[in-house]
């Protein structure tokens, strides 16, 4: 039986209780230990639920899907270095999101859920609100006044209700979570079941790969969604001794809301506080991440470690992707900005998720003055 365990105390609960938050405050993770069956895989349409038996939901019935899944997987070659870009921004909703959003209201929906709350700057409470439409689930969404107004339509489009929040991000969640003592926290960050959907981020890899790992993957980090994801994806491939040994997680935060990379720098397990300053990257722009330290186990348990780049180093990532033909959000582009700064071994296979849509954030490259190159 599937149980919700939380790493700090130790304290266990069932996975059917309507729980997201240790009685301590601290986050749960899902004890459960998926398999993936490669006989049946190549059978199977090409989106996240071809891995049905490393996802926990109990009865096929309850799957709430928009067929996500399987993005590209292309090579480019970014100043004379070779790069594998992961289009994940090639969703239903326009971001990687729908991988979560998929698993998380499959579980909502098995667990006979009517009601959720999610707070986001946009993508997240874009994917929880579409697959919560697909369910027939009733949804309401958090956001920053500040969130890109395209952002905001498509939550709306979905028959959501949305919810301005004044101030920052923090905020956000503060009032989010005073709605979630009363209504099902369908959270991103808090939620286990939502890294059960991005763990298929690395079984498609994988799988793209000819069922081999990459060497290194530089992941954007606020919360550490896709991070903390793609890690258990490859421990679960790990443990199945699919892959002989786990890639370098290398996190990427933007210079001007960067307490990730601050605690990394300084050694310390506790994030500072700071004042967070604007910037492009409103994706990954969190100041106090509820699993920074779980993020920063991983980047120490697989070898690698956190980046910050500028708003220019940003801006010249945009520029590149737009380059190579394709247009995402900027929070994307923090990860070509830091494929830059790194030395690359001969041979080393280097994976870049991009993982938002350009037409998201219309208003920030307008702002930017276009042409940007």
């Known amino acids: 039986m599937e149980s919700l365990i939380c790493s700090f105390c130790g304290r266990k609960y069932s996975a059917e209780e309507l729980v997201w938050r240790c009685e301590c ?9 998926g398999q993936l069956d490669l006989g049946r895989i190549k059978d199977r349409p090409p989106n996240i639920w071809r891995y049905r038996e490393a996802l926990p939901i109990e009865d096929d019935k309850n799957i709430v899907s928009l067929s996500e899944g399987f993005t590209p997987l292309i090579a480019a070659t970014i100043s004379g270095k070779t790069a ?4 994940d921004f090639l969703y ?3 971001s990687f999101k729908d991988r979560g959003a998929s698993v998380l209201i499959s579980k909502a929906k098995e667990l006979r859920v009517i009601k959720v709350v999610e707070d986001s700057s946009g993508n997240a409470g874009c994917a929880i609100a579409a697959y919560c439409a697909r369910a027939g689930i009733e949804c ?11 952002k905001l339509l498509q939550i709306q489009a979905y028959g959501a209700r949305l919810f301005k929040i004044p101030g920052t991000r923090t905020d956000v969640q503060s009032a989010a ?13 808090w939620n286990p079941f939502f890294f059960q959907g991005t763990k298929t ?20 980090v606020g919360n550490g969604t896709l991070l903390i994801g793609a890690y258990l994806g490859f421990s679960e491939l790990f443990h199945q001794h699919l892959i002989k040994r786990m890639p370098r997680l290398i996190a990427v935060q933007a210079k001007a809301c960067a307490p990730l990379y601050l605690a990394f720098r300084s050694g310390k397990e506790e994030i500072p506080e700071i004042i967070p300053e604007h910037t492009m990257a409103e994706g990954i722009a969190i100041p106090k991440p509820p699993r920074s330290k779980q ?25 590149i992707l737009n380059s190579l033909g394709i247009f995402a959000e900027p929070t994307s582009a923090v990860v070509i900005a830091a494929f830059l700064k ?7 296979k280097v994976v870049l998720p991009i993982t938002g849509y350009g037409l998201k954030t219309v208003d920030k490259y307008l702002r930017m003055g276009l042409p940007i190159s």
């Open 201 to 220: 981020f690395a079984f498609e890899v994988f799988e793209q790969l000819n069922f081999q790992e990459p060497d290194t993957m530089i992941i954007p």
């Open 140 to 150: 309401h969404i958090y956001v920053p006044e500040s969130a890109s107004p395209a």
């Open 295 to 319: 993020v920063l186990e991983i980047i120490e348990k697989t070898g690698g470690e956190v980046l910050a780049v500028s708003e220019e180093e940003i801006v010249e990532g945009i520029r």
């Open 25 to 33: 405050g601290r986050p749960l993770d899902l004890d459960f230990k």
């Open 84 to 87: 594998l870009l992961k289009l």
């Open 342 to 348: 790194m030395p690359q071994r001969e041979g080393e």
């Open 92 to 94: 239903p909703t326009g």
């Open 177 to 189: 979570l005073e709605a979630a003592k009363n209504i099902y926290y369908a959270s991103h960050v």
